[in-house]
């Protein structure tokens, strides 16, 4: 083979040179025996994969061979050019070459490749059809191809819809987790700022280690921000302040902490103070479960804002102008967006002079 129909052979997609209509074995993957499945294209594939790479046990060569087997998939219109979504009807078992298979998996080597080969048949992505004599090529009947010994993707393609759903619950755990180390690192920062007892103060130092660790769940950050919460009102309770007179910034107007009592603490909250708790997955996520009286709603309220890092005097003024159900909603826009945010205390001010209207 010369260099030029070497580089041909390497950058074209399946080989559809001819061979012998004879079929030397039954393990051929034939397209009429083809599971069914949800036509998915190639990007939304492999955007699922590359996502979930990590909860599959793949490294990110082997993800580089799922995208350069796909690749070897017929999926371009020849009229139009544009990619057509992968299909039941369209044969998955990749018969080119390896030496194909390598120049489109970056360049690595075949040894390279077989080890990924093998590692994704183990985990039940792929399916090795094989000749008589190992070799890959396509069958054919009455002039058309039927089938092919090769490796066969209609493992992967079954699992495409599944693979899909587990990359999105992935991605919402990975924002979940980002606030949440964020609110951790705050709450960090006031827990040191106590006068903490050396086992204590050592547990906090540590948990800036532990939101680091690639295996955190949302569940054990939310169990590391609790403790948090609880190290903070345990000292809060035990060294009380009394109440003074704070001024918000950029607000001329003096507010007092009492704001926050109401008189009618039983009343379940309604009007103007009636939310949606559905409508802030953030805020749901640290308080699964909505308050029933305007005193629980108020206590949520203050608990959240002191998470952000937001100031009482703020909070107050944000409930007298606005009322708790959009307190509530700003508490939320911010959470979900807490690392961008550097100043909490100022970007809420903000919200509430803007929406208030002054």
Known sequence: MTHQNSVAHRAGAQETCAQPDRLTGAGYGAICDQPGFAPISRRDLMVAVNTVARDLGLRAASVVVIDALLSCLPCRDPKTRTDRPIAPDMLLTIYAANDTLCFRARGITD???????????????????????????????????????????????????????????????????????????????????????????????????????????????????????????????????????????????????????????????????????????????????????RHALHRVIYGFGKMLGIEDALIATGLARLGGSQVLRCLDRIAADIERIKHPSGYFNRIVISESGM
């Open 111 to 293: 040894r390279q490749l077989r080890r990924h080969l093998a590692k994704l048949e183990d985990i039940g992505l792929i399916q090795r059809r094989d000749s008589a004599n190992g070799k890959r090529f396509p069958v054919h009947r009455a002039g058309e191809i039927v089938g092919a010994f090769g490796i066969d993707l209609s493992p992967l393609l079954v699992q495409a819809g599944t693979l899909v759903d587990r990359a999105r619950q992935r991605r919402e755990q990975d924002a979940e987790l980002r606030g949440l180390r964020a609110i951790i690192g705050r709450l960090r920062q006031d827990c040191l700022a106590l006068p903490l007892d050396d086992a204590q103060r050592d547990w906090v130092e540590q948990t800036r280690a532990l939101v680091r660790r690639a295996g955190i769940t949302p569940a054990l950050a939310r169990d590391l921000l609790r403790r948090m919460q609880d190290l903070i009102a345990t000292w809060t309770k035990a060294n009380p302040t009394p109440e003074t007179e704070q001024t918000p910034a950029t607000d001329g107007q003096n507010v007092r902490h009492k704001e926050r009592k109401t008189t009618d603490t039983k009343k379940p909250y309604d009007g103007d103070e009636h939310a949606n708790w559905s409508d802030m997955p953030t805020l749901a996520s640290f308080y699964p479960d909505p308050p029933r009286t």
